[in-house]
């Protein structure tokens, strides 16, 4: 059973548009989530992160919107960039230990000129 | 300091043939984590290390799994009869403690043919 999962396997944005990508959580235990981006051929780089005390965190172009509530959490890219095009995974991590992260499927995320 | 670097980038190997990975991460970081992908999924935990303590080890390493880190540097990955389905890639990451944005390296694809 996926603990994180991300619906959506790919977006397609315009450039200067905003992009949003979406994931939801099923275990009310994760107290961290982070956003990884991937390009082709490497491995994934860390983007993002949240807290689960938090409802924002905010870097630049990027934001993540964290709902417990709703166990969902989301990535706003404005403007969105062509290279900005890749692969995003969202993780999320529980009891502080910081040795397992949980990814998502993720999400091919395409920005067209 | 170049960032987390694995070798081979790429194996083929024949079924049954024992495959050994290594990964050096970032010299100053005490932990180093593995994962494996495979193709549509995202990154799955194998196991982590803090300097040379093996601290957590998932499931999916099964027993024909060994990683070590001798003297908490370079690790390696050694899977022993290699079968089909342990074709993926495989990635490192390092980090410090009380970090969550691991570094990931550019993984080692196996193929087992």
């Known amino acids: 059973d996926q603990q994180v999962k991300q619906n959506s396997p790919s977006l397609s944005v315009q450039e200067g548009r905003i992009s949003i990508l979406n994931c939801d959580y099923t275990n009310s235990m994760f107290d961290y989530f982070l956003w990884y981006k991937k390009y082709p051929a490497e491995g994934p780089t860390f983007l993002i992160s949240?807290?689960?005390?938090?409802d924002k965190n905010e870097d630049g172009r990027f934001t993540v919107f964290l709902n417990k509530s709703a166990k969902h959490l989301s990535l706003h890219i404005v403007p969105s960039q062509p290279g900005d095009s890749a692969v995003y995974f969202c993780?999320?991590?529980?009891?502080?230990?910081?040795?397992?992260?949980?990814f998502g499927k993720g999400t091919k995320l395409s920005v067209k000129p | 300091d170049t960032g987390v670097s694995q070798n081979p980038r790429h194996k083929i190997t024949k079924r049954g043939q024992n495959v050994t990975f290594r990964c050096d991460p970032i010299s100053e970081h005490n932990r180093l984590y593995w994962y494996r992908q495979t193709l549509g999924q995202g990154p799955e935990f194998l196991t982590y290390?803090?300097?040379?303590?093996?601290?957590?080890k998932s499931r999916l390493l099964s027993d024909r799994f060994s990683a070590e880190r001798p003297k908490g540097s370079f690790s390696t990955l050694e899977i022993q009869r290699t079968e089909q389905g342990d074709s993926a890639m495989y990635l490192c990451a390092s980090s410090l403690t009380g970090t969550y944005g691991y570094t990931f390296g550019s993984g080692t694809r196996l193929t087992v043919v």
């Open positions: 290390f803090q300097n040379e303590a093996q601290l957590e």
């Open positions: 949240i807290s689960s005390i938090k």
């Open positions: 993780a999320a991590s529980m009891g502080g230990s910081q040795g397992n992260l949980i």
